[in-house]
């Protein structure tokens, strides 16, 4: 069946520029989550989702930082004015339920180079 | 601050089994172990968790420790496609779960 997918899967965008990062999770998935890997990094938490309710949003690294998921299913990560250190690659993942956060299912993920 | 701690690389012989350890000794009594491994290029994929008691299932088995400071997860066929980076983790408040950097595996030919 369909995995996560993410789109674009890579994206080059000049320091100040906004982008949106897009994330299509399992269906009927209930959970979803944002992470942020750095090179030689394991992925660090950003934000977490039940249906479109934002319950954790404790690891947005700033206010340029914005997620959504208005129906509860496709959610998008904006960061606005990017900054280099924005460059990394964002991995969404998606899990059924509220009691199985442990599998999680992760997208490609996309690669955000900040120029 | 790290919950965990794990050897930054190992290699293991194609055909052997694969042994990771994971130290986890600030670990609480409600707080299970997780394991995820990221081959290059895409993006982690869940392997197995356990609380106290041992746990296998068809990707591998994850022994625990008596004293749950320690875990060890066992490839017990590695094959080439084992290669890639395996994270152990405690998980940290609520959903958030703490990744760090993980054992690079290498399995040789």
């Known amino acids: 069946g369909a995995g996560v997918s993410q789109s674009p899967r890579y994206k080059v965008a000049k320091r100040g520029q906004d982008v949106a990062l897009r994330c299509d999770p399992i269906?009927?998935?209930?959970?979803l989550f944002w992470y942020q890997q750095a090179l030689g990094q394991g992925p660090e938490f950003l934000t977490y989702?039940?249906?479109?309710?934002?319950?954790?949003k404790s690891g947005l690294p700033s206010d340029r930082f914005f997620a959504e998921r208005p129906e509860g299913s496709v959610s998008t990560l904006k960061i606005q004015r990017t900054q280099q250190e924005d460059s990394a690659v964002y991995l969404c993942?998606?899990?059924?339920?509220?009691?199985?956060?442990?599998?999680?299912?992760f997208g490609p993920g996309t690669r955000l180079t900040v120029t | 601050d790290a919950k965990t701690t794990q050897p930054t690389s190992m290699d293991c012989a194609e055909g052997r089994a694969a042994n990771l350890p994971c130290n986890h000794s600030?670990?609480?009594?409600?707080?299970?172990v997780y394991w995820y491994r990221q081959i290059h290029s895409q993006g982690p994929q869940y392997i197995i968790h356990?609380?106290?008691n041992n746990e296998t299932n068809e990707m591998a088995s994850l022994i625990i420790t008596e004293d749950r400071k320690s875990s060890t997860l066992i490839l017990p066929h590695a094959t080439l496609r084992d290669t890639a980076v395996y994270y152990c983790?405690?998980?940290?408040?609520?959903?958030?779960?703490?990744f760090g950097t993980g054992t690079s595996l290498t399995v040789i030919p």
């Open positions: 993942a998606s899990s059924l339920a509220r009691d199985r956060p442990y599998e999680q299912y």
């Open positions: 269906s009927g998935h209930v959970s």
């Open positions: 989702f039940q249906n479109e309710a934002q319950l954790d």
């Open positions: 600030t670990i609480s009594g409600n707080e299970y």
């Open positions: 356990g609380l106290k």
């Open positions: 983790i405690v998980r940290v408040t609520g959903n958030q779960f703490y």
